[in-house]
Structures are given as C-alpha cells and as structure tokens.
C-alpha cells in the first residue's frame, strides 16, 4: 500500500490563524498535535498541543512547579487568556523542526521508518507533481499506519 492510499484528511491550522483557534481545535477533536501550513497550504510545522498548554502556565510556575499550587481556581480558569490576540506562528518553539514528509508513491514501510527514525506520531503526505507545485494529500498518524499493519498481518 501506498502513501497516498493511508493519507487520511486531518486538521491544520495556518501560521496565521489564531492561537485561541488552533487551542479550540486540538481541544475538540482531542488531537495530540495539528498541522501548521504555510501560505501555500504546504506543511510548516506541527503545533502539539503541549505547547500551547505550556503557554498558558505562568513563567514562574514553570521555574518552580511548586507554585502551581497558590494558583487559585479563578486565576486558573483565566489561563487560556494567554492565548487571546497570539497567532499560531507566535506559538511555535524557535528550534520547531519542519514536518516530517512522505512521497505519495511511498510504500507503508517507507513511511514506518520515517516515523521511527524521526519519532514522530505523524507524517505529512505530497504528492509532487513533475514540473508542478507539490499538494498536500493528508497525513499519516502512527495509531492508523500500526491499524494498516496489523490488519495486514492477520
């Protein structure tokens, strides 16, 4: 099978999106991480969603977990006011690494070790046409390639 037969539709954000969006977004569908695109609808980066929680606790709780505890609740359920007015692009780490992508002609073990020499839970499906602009397909999480896998060794 093919990477353009596992690609599956999944949410993305685009770098200038709103960061109270993306956090909505991730919250909702329960995702680990989304998908950022650039301009051209072409993979930038992933946002996971730890990163965002990590924006929302203040600086000195994150110096000393211990304070974490004289947070009361009012103050904590203001904390995703953090996010109000931020765009994802302000949300991402400096170092974020770009996404890691796959070839839509690549085979399901091409695509299991780009995912196990990157270790990451999703990878990025184009399909690169000759002389053309390449077009993102979807993208393949590790819990639906492990699902091909198994399926295929039954």
């Known amino acids: 099978m093919r990477a353009r037969d596992l690609a599956e539709p999944y949410p993305t954000v685009a770098l200038d ?3 109270l969006d993306a956090a909505r977004l991730l919250a909702d569908r329960r995702l680990p991480g989304v998908l950022v695109v650039d301009g ?6 992933v946002l996971p969603a730890s990163q965002l929680v990590r924006l929302l606790v203040p600086g000195y709780v994150l110096e000393d ?6 947070i009361d609740e009012a103050h904590a359920d203001r904390m995703c006011a953090a996010l109000e007015g931020l765009r994802v692009r ?3 780490p400096r170092d974020v690494p770009r996404p890691v992508t ?4 690549d085979t399901a073990v091409e ?10 839970p999703l990878v990025a499906v184009l399909e690169r046409p000759r002389g053309g602009r390449p077009r993102l397909l979807g993208v393949i999480t590790a819990a ?4 091909h896998l198994l399926e295929v060794a039954r």
């Not at 051209?40 to 980066?45: M, Q, Y």
């Not at 977990?65 to 004289?70: D, E, G, K, Q, Y």
């Open 17 to 19: 999106d709103q960061a």
């Open 144 to 147: 639906n390639l492990l699902q």
């Open 102 to 105: 796959a070839d839509a002609d």
């Open 40 to 45: 051209d609808g072409l993979p930038h980066a």
């Open 65 to 70: 977990p211990s304070l974490a505890a004289v």
């Open 90 to 92: 302000e949300c991402l």
């Open 111 to 120: 695509v299991a070790a780009l995912m196990a020499s990157s270790r990451t």
